[in-house]
């Protein structure tokens, strides 16, 4: 037994998010209340500390770091051994020793810290009402971020030099602001200007009291966060939201609204446990939650919905205005509708001068724009919908390294790619939609970025199967060895990756359209998954879809391919009484010709033929919306419908059990949907019991599965998966049924989530 007296030296690495986040000054510290010598500096890889002492107290030291972290740092692993003794006496915090290239975790961008937040409402502090606070704990990481190493000349703070006082605090080991890269005040940092709609600079003594004035006053505020604009108005004033909806260009889609604290989000919305700790997390994202009736916002806020898209303030700056202004803010991406959200000083005013009124400005430059993420809880788990600002770019961790640093580019929609490196899989930021050229510039740009900050020079790349995508051309053209990886088949993977087990599994995969292996759209598929292998198992009977894309945004042609195959002698007369304003004689050509009408087994499809045919929506302005409708009326029929599908006739399938692949045959749901109709019952109810019966008919095809293959784990993942109803109860049906349910929280369900699945794909392949 080591004698506790005697003394002992140990070097200890530290790796994970520990670089910029305080733990030098953490470890000086520790190191100092022990009693203890040595130094600790940063390197290319982490942190490396020594420390020598009695054996006792050292034993201490080590105990206390992983149980006292702070707040921002993340530790992946504590490497110590042996030393051998030195002689110098105190501790000491070392410069950085210079070296080629490296590698070390990033903090992503943390929301404004309890003890800035005293400061900046402390009349007698020197930061009073300073919209820019931060410190180690807390403020912008990766949007700021130019290069690597993290220190203050590589991020966009190098052109605010510090003031004596901020560089004292800089330089003081025992102050949480001790490198704390965008440290500032009022007297060396950023400030804030108030520019016209026009770019016209405005004269304010006080540009927050201004720009709160105008909101009140029912005008469109541009506002530069962390990641990029923000488009402001008061959420309870309909005019305002109407004409921002105008300018805008969406027409419908939900606007998420910024409101001042946890309690004025508790008298919006419902708020549980789960959602509450989402809200007042360091990530702050927008959390989905249920509206309470009558809540005062306009009512264009989310049309046709009974949610609302919440968030707190996450920056100094947020906290500022909505105190000034006393109002729930709109805060939406500052964009017009598709396009990336606008960051870059010199593209602010061109691309927002037609929809802002006032723009709210600061001279801290934006290094890579992240829009808010996205986050919604079901069954008491997070689940990602929008994965940026406050979670990238944290990783997933590998059981082992890859042999290589690889590169996955994601599929169109959604858009992400995904470095793969050491046992990291590091997700990048949403970008958008690639059929925009803009996002398609941003991917080009963040993947560049991203491999200069993690030294990560791919020497192998993966890409959807889809060989028209843009993300796949981008892969191409790189000239590196290339794997296609299977649209369903990633999304498995990633949900896999996320669990950290790769062990066989079933994995229900719904979305809206995928290429299958075969060459057709899939996206109703159960996979029978092992590792790079896999096969069908199960699927919906494929429908057609008549004018292709045209027939993802207009539903009511959907719902008449559907009931054309569910009734093919009076499918028309019946579509030409639902539809009277619609060709419906020429889809029926179309489909008997086979004119631009693929064969889809998406679920998402599927979704969209019920609500057309219940009289939900015929034609939708985003995406998803006809299902997201269907799915918020049957809630409305049946509020406890999240919990219990008891009381709820459940719509019949007709599914072929075959000896290769089980066939989900819908064509019973669609004549029951239409008897439905004609007998009187509302749209909502309609859906109560479209939902039903498709987890019933899932639940009992992954019994059956199950039995056939002796696996009990299943996968739930897709863009369809974020169906609440849907996800909920057939959750809840193979739980009761001792399953192993895995459903992705780190990385969004939908096709966020795709890269992450491609680099697994490429991890499998080398390991």
């Known amino acids: 037994m080591t004698d506790p007296t005697s003394h002992i030296r140990r070097r200890c690495r530290l790796k994970g998010v520990v670089q910029g986040v305080g733990m030098r000054p953490f470890l000086y510290r520790l190191a100092v209340d022990q009693g203890l010598s040595g130094f600790v500096y940063n390197d290319g890889r982490g942190v490396v500390v020594e420390v020598q002492g009695p054996a006792a107290a050292v034993d201490r030291f080590l105990a206390r770091i992983p149980a006292e972290l702070p707040p921002a740092a993340r530790l992946d692993a504590l490497e110590v051994r042996e030393a051998a003794p030195g002689g110098e006496e105190g501790f000491r915090i070392l410069a950085s020793p210079e070296e080629g290239a490296r590698f070390t975790r990033i903090s992503p ?69 001790f490198h704390a890269q965008p440290n500032a005040c009022p007297v060396c940092g950023p400030k804030l200007y108030l520019l016209d709609s026009n770019g016209a600079p405005l004269a304010s003594d006080d540009p927050l009291r201004d720009a709160a004035e105008a909101l009140r006053r029912g005008r469109i505020v541009a506002v530069k966060g962390l990641g990029g604009m923000h488009l402001a108005c008061d959420a ?74 919440l968030l707190l303030p996450y920056t100094p700056l947020h906290h500022l205005l909505l105190d000034a202004c006393g109002l729930d803010l709109v805060m939406t991406s500052g964009n017009r509708s598709e396009e990336p959200i606008a960051f870059r000083d010199e593209e602010i005013v061109p691309r927002l001068r037609d929809i802002a009124d006032l723009f709210l400005l600061h001279d801290r430059p934006i290094h890579l724009r992240a829009d808010d993420s996205v986050v919604r809880v079901v069954r008491g788990q997070a689940m990602m919908l929008r994965r940026s600002r406050g979670y990238v770019p944290d990783p997933i961790r590998l059981p082992r390294p890859f042999t290589h640093p690889v590169l996955a580019c994601g599929a169109e929609l959604k858009s992400t790619f995904c470095l793969g490196r050491d046992d990291y899989l590091i997700l990048s930021h949403h970008l958008g939609d690639l059929e925009n050229l803009a996002v398609l510039e941003a991917f080009e740009q963040g993947i560049e970025h991203f491999q200069r900050l993690f030294y990560a020079d791919p020497r192998e790349l993966a890409c959807d199967l889809h060989p028209d995508y843009l993300s796949s051309q981008y892969a191409r053209h790189r000239g590196l060895p290339l794997t296609a990886v299977q649209h369903h088949h990633a999304h498995a993977l990633a949900a896999l990756a996320e669990s950290g087990d790769f062990s066989p599994a079933l994995a229900w995969t719904l979305d809206g359209v995928g290429l299958g292996t075969d060459g057709t759209l899939w996206g109703g598929e159960c996979l029978y998954v092992d590792g790079l292998d896999f096969r069908v198992l199960a699927r919906l009977r494929p429908l057609p879809l008549p004018g292709g894309e045209k027939a993802l945004r207009e539903p009511w042609r959907l719902g008449v391919s559907a009931l054309l195959a569910a009734n093919s002698v009076e499918g028309e007369r019946v579509a030409s009484g639902l539809f009277p304003d619609r060709p419906v004689a020429l889809v029926r050509q179309m489909l008997e010709k086979g004119i631009n009408s693929p064969l889809s087994t998406g ?57 290769e692949v089980a066939l989900l045959g819908w064509e019973t749901i669609i004549r029951s949907v239409l008897r439905d109709r004609r007998a009187g019952l509302s749209p909502g109810e ?56 895995i459903v992705p929280s780190a990385a969004p369900v939908n096709d966020g989530g795709i890269a992450l699945g491609q680099a697994a794909a490429l991890w499998l392949k080398n390991r």
């Open 109 to 177: 961008d943390r929301a404004t810290c309890p003890d800035c937040l005293a400061e900046l409402a402390d009349p007698a502090d020197r930061r009073y009402r300073y919209p820019f606070t931060n410190c180690t704990h807390c403020g912008p990481r990766l949007t700021i971020i130019r290069d690597v190493p993290y220190d203050r000349p590589r991020t966009t703070m190098a052109g605010f030099p510090l003031c004596p006082e901020c560089r004292r605090e800089y330089d003081d080991p025992r102050d949480r602001r």
């Open 603 to 659: 679920a998402g499809r599927l979704f969209d033929a019920v609500a057309a045919l219940a009289g939900v929506r015929e034609e939708i302005a985003y995406e998803g919306q006809a299902a997201i409708l269907l799915e918020a009326l049957a809630l409305r029929e049946r509020p406890d419908l999240l919990e219990t599908l008891e009381g709820v006739p459940a719509y019949e399938w007709a599914t072929e059990s075959g000896e």
């Open 686 to 741: 309609i859906g109560a019991r479209f939902h039903a019966g498709l987890v019933q008919e899932l639940a009992r095809v992954t019994r059956r599965l199950r039995g056939r293959t002796g696996l009990n784990r299943v996968i739930l993942t897709g863009g369809v998966f974020q169906n609440r109803v849907l996800l909920a109860n057939l959750w809840r049906e193979l739980d009761a049924e001792g399953m192993d349910v």
């Open 236 to 309: 309870a004033n309909p005019e305002a939201v109407a004409r921002l909806r105008s300018r805008k260009v969406r027409e419908e889609k939900p606007f998420a609204l910024m409101v001042r604290d946890l309690d004025r989000a508790r008298a919006l919305a419902r708020v549980s446990p789960e959602e509450a700790a989402l809200l007042e997390s360091p990530a702050r994202p927008i959390v989905i939650l249920d509206a309470r009736p009558g809540a005062p916002v306009a009512p264009d806020i989310s049309p046709g919905l009974d949610t609302l898209g």
